[in-house]
Nanobody, 123 residues
Framework: QVQLVESGGGLVQPGGSLRLSCAAS????????IAWFRQAPGKEREEISC????????SYADSVKGRFTISLDHAEITAYLQMNNLNSEDTAVYYC????????????????WGRGTQVTVSS
């Protein structure tokens, strides 16, 4: 069974940076789309970035465009989300997700999820 484990979250000051990792076991990311989501308290889960293996393209929500970057390592067993210029609105639990039905920017198509990592932006 596919397992995804996120790491790299923590407390960071406004304007700071973090890099999240999503490690896959029994799986490599070279076949399916992979996405990063986040969910803040009282808000719906939001897809913020996606890597499409169909055409190796990336996509971003407007809320993070220009600040966040999704990437894969060479072996394609770890996905990353580099987050720069963080602000308080980025505070949330961040999840990675993938699966055979996965399609970028379509939240209902992701079958495999990690448990999330907390990111808190505060001074």
């Amino acid at each position: 069974q596919v397992q995804l484990v996120e790491s790299g979250g923590g407390l960071v000051q406004p304007g700071g940076s973090l890099r999240l990792s999503c490690a896959a076991s029994r799986f490599t990311f070279h076949v399916y789309d992979i996405a990063w989501f986040r969910q803040a308290p009282g808000k719906e889960r939001e897809e913020i970035s996606c890597f499409s293996n169909n055409d190796r393209s990336t996509s971003y929500a407007d809320s993070v465009k220009g600040r966040f970057t999704i990437s894969l390592d060479h072996a394609e067993i770890t996905a990353y989300l580099q987050m720069n210029n963080l602000n308080s609105e980025d505070t949330a639990v961040y999840y990675c997700a993938t699966g055979p039905r996965a399609r970028c920017m379509d939240v209902d198509t992701y079958d495999f999820w990690g448990r999330g990592t907390q990111v808190t932006v505060s001074s």
